[in-house]
């Protein structure tokens, strides 16, 4: 049996197009994901005593630390930069968080309602 199945369907479902349709749209998604890496957010607290950088897929690429804020032979002092340092990661990752769902939203919202929702590996 050589016909094909989507012929029922209204005849116009051509498997190839969907295909080809399918791999433009991979390549758009990896590209701006490429893009995404080049691009940094900041996250900082504490009045800017502790900066995190983070570039656009959330992978921390740098930490600041304003000088003569902290003692480092202070056991308490070292101990808030360190919560000062998550926070401030936190924030930089919740702003690279929406750096990717503006640039990538428009790619991903028709393939299952958003970033990760109907693709492997985009979550």
Do not use: C, H, W
């Amino acid at each position: 049996m050589t016909q094909n199945p989507f012929d029922a369907l209204g005849g116009g479902f051509d498997m190839n197009a969907l295909l080809q349709q399918a791999q433009q749209m991979q390549q758009q998604l990896e590209e701006a994901q490429a893009a995404l890496a080049q691009q940094t957010v900041d996250g900082t607290v504490a009045g800017g005593a502790v900066t995190v950088t983070a570039n656009g897929v959330g992978e921390l690429v740098g930490v600041a630390i304003r000088t003569g804020e902290f003692d480092g032979n202070d056991a308490d002092d070292l101990s808030d930069l360190s919560d000062l340092i998550v926070a401030a990661y936190r924030d930089a990752r919740a702003k690279s968080e929406a750096l990717a769902g503006d640039s990538l939203g428009p790619l991903t919202e028709g393939l299952g309602g958003g970033l990760g929702g109907g693709l492997p590996g985009l979550g």
